[in-house]
């Protein structure tokens, strides 16, 4: 909160920044944690997912309870976050359980999820065409000219549910072609393949677009929103869990393949990790498989010295800490150091290196970036 009323970041965001400070040097915009009395209200909390994939919905509950107490009844409360179908219904209930004043017509609920890139957020958020779900039309309409104040995309208006369930497809066909490409780069690596070379031939077909294949799926939601939709329908969603699976197994597929490298090294390797963040140039660590690549070599390998390399973040970070194995050190200083070589991210940095400067360390490249 306080660093947000300093015009301060914790992330990076292109223009975030900037637009940021603008807004709360001009009184526009400040943070507090009292829920305050206003006539439209946005929840964007967190919705993750608990140890048996089903949706946590403890932070929207939260959220609700805090805005029924200032809600007088004709007010818009939009459901933002990425969330399972019938949680603005869900929402809706506890607002009504916790003011018993107001019934379902003081109300205008609607769930209107966000479509926008990490690295492209500034962007995105304005050009981006809208999925806009009422519980009500005329709450998909009072949402619809509430974002219409900087959206300049498309408003597609519809019922929540629906909007809900747009959302989690977005992200679980991705998922499930990334688990696609994923599952190639397994069986071309055991058949002796080049993947990538596979994979460009095949894209020249007119009708076939792979995705790239790595490390497996990280972030807040590719990895986590297909499951809202098993949960939601365990005994049809059959492939979007098989999906999930694939992509959740890829870093375990990944360490297989350092533990042998490290083993032809000797007894004491130093092994170099390219990349901790989920995706390219962005320094976001939700899900990230390359994280976890990290904090399974650092607690299986104890006698190996491991050089964490993530430009985009200045301290190791947390999950990290407590392993003496491990340290954050530049790409220079890794490059030289490695006995093994793992590229998990391909960050610009990264991709600007030759393969000539590796040296003789024995490269993993999930990225493909050094074939």
Same mark, same amino acid.
């Given at each position: 909160?306080?660093?947000?009323?300093?015009?301060?970041?914790?992330?990076?965001?292109?223009? =975030?920044?900037?637009?940021?400070?603008?807004?709360?040097?001009?009184?526009?915009?400040?943070?507090?944690?009292?829920?305050?009395?206003? +006539?439209?209200?946005?929840?964007?909390?967190?919705? !993750?997912?608990? +140890?048996?994939?089903?949706?946590?919905?403890?932070?929207?509950?939260?959220?609700?309870?805090?805005?029924?107490?200032?809600?007088?009844?004709?007010?818009?409360?939009?459901?933002?976050?990425?969330?399972?179908?019938?949680?603005?219904?869900?929402?809706? +209930?506890?607002?009504?359980?916790?003011?018993?004043?107001?019934?379902?017509? +003081?109300?205008?609920?609607?769930?209107?999820?966000?479509?926008?890139?990490?690295?492209?957020?500034?962007?995105?958020?304005?050009? $981006?065409?809208?999925?806009?779900?009422? *519980?009500?039309?005329?709450?998909?309409?009072?949402?619809?000219? =509430?974002?219409?104040?900087?959206?300049?995309?498309?408003? @597609?208006?519809?019922?929540?549910?629906?909007?809900?369930?747009?959302?989690?497809?977005? $992200?679980?066909?991705?998922?499930? $072609?990334?688990?696609?490409?994923?599952?190639?780069?397994?069986?071309?690596?055991? *058949?002796?393949?080049?993947?990538?070379?596979?994979?460009?031939?095949?894209?020249?077909? !007119?009708?076939?677009?792979? =995705?790239?294949?790595?490390?497996?799926?990280?972030?807040?939601?590719?990895?986590?929103?297909?499951?809202?939709?098993?949960?939601?329908?365990?005994?049809?969603?059959?492939?979007?869990?098989?999906?999930?699976?694939?992509?959740?197994?890829?870093?375990?597929?990944?360490?297989?393949?350092?533990?042998?490298?490290?083993?032809?090294?000797?007894?004491?390797?130093?092994?170099?990790?390219?990349? %901790?963040?989920?995706?390219?140039?962005?320094?976001?660590?939700?899900?990230? !498989?390359?994280?976890?690549?990290?904090?399974?070599?650092?607690?299986?390998?104890?006698?190996?010295?491991? =050089?964490?390399?993530?430009?985009?973040?200045?301290? *190791?970070?947390?999950?990290?800490?407590?392993?003496? $194995?491990?340290? %954050?050190?530049? @790409?220079?200083?890794?490059?030289?150091?490695?006995?093994? @070589?793992?590229?998990?991210?391909?960050?610009?940095?990264?991709?600007?290196?030759?393969?000539?400067?590796?040296?003789?360390?024995?490269?993993?490249?999930?990225?493909?970036?050094?074939?």
């Amino acid at each position: 909160m306080d660093a947000v009323n300093r015009g301060e970041v914790p992330f990076v965001e292109p223009g =975030l920044r900037e637009v940021l400070e603008r807004a709360v040097a001009s009184g526009q915009l400040s943070a507090q944690t009292a829920t305050p009395k206003a +006539d439209a209200y946005i929840v964007a909390v967190p919705t !993750p997912f608990t +140890d048996t994939h089903s949706a946590d919905l403890s932070y929207i509950e939260a959220a609700a309870k805090n805005v029924a107490k200032v809600l007088e009844g004709g007010e818009l409360i939009i459901l933002e976050s990425t969330s399972p179908p019938g949680a603005t219904e869900f929402m809706r +209930d506890v607002i009504l359980r916790e003011n018993p004043e107001l019934d379902d017509s +003081d109300l205008l609920v609607a769930h209107c999820p966000e479509r926008v890139l990490p690295g492209k957020i500034m962007e995105e958020m304005i050009t $981006n065409d809208r999925i806009i779900g009422g *519980l009500t039309r005329e709450a998909a309409e009072a949402a619809r000219d =509430l974002y219409s104040a900087f959206c300049k995309g498309e408003f @597609l208006l519809t019922d929540a549910r629906t909007a809900e369930m747009a959302k989690l497809t977005e $992200n679980s066909f991705r998922d499930v $072609n990334i688990a696609f490409a994923n599952e190639l780069s397994i069986i071309s690596h055991k *058949l002796g393949i080049d993947v990538w070379e596979v994979i460009e031939l095949a894209n020249h077909h !007119p009708r076939v677009n792979i =995705l790239q294949p790595g490390p497996g799926v990280g972030g807040h939601c590719i990895a986590v929103d297909p499951w809202f939709i098993v949960d939601a329908a365990p005994e049809q969603a059959n492939l979007i869990r098989t999906a999930r699976q694939t992509n959740d197994a890829k870093p375990e597929w990944v360490l297989g393949r350092i533990e042998q490298a490290m083993e032809a090294a000797g007894d004491s390797p130093t092994v170099a990790l390219l990349g %901790l963040a989920f995706k390219a140039n962005i320094d976001d660590l939700r899900e990230s !498989p390359a994280l976890r690549i990290a904090e399974q070599l650092a607690q299986r390998a104890p006698n190996a010295e491991i =050089l964490a390399v993530e430009p985009h973040v200045g301290e *190791l970070p947390r999950s990290l800490q407590s392993f003496g $194995n491990v340290s %954050l050190t530049n @790409l220079n200083q890794a490059l030289e150091q490695a006995d093994v @070589l793992v590229l998990l991210v391909d960050h610009d940095v990264f991709k600007a290196v030759p393969s000539t400067q590796l040296g003789d360390a024995t490269v993993i490249d999930t990225r493909g970036i050094w074939r």
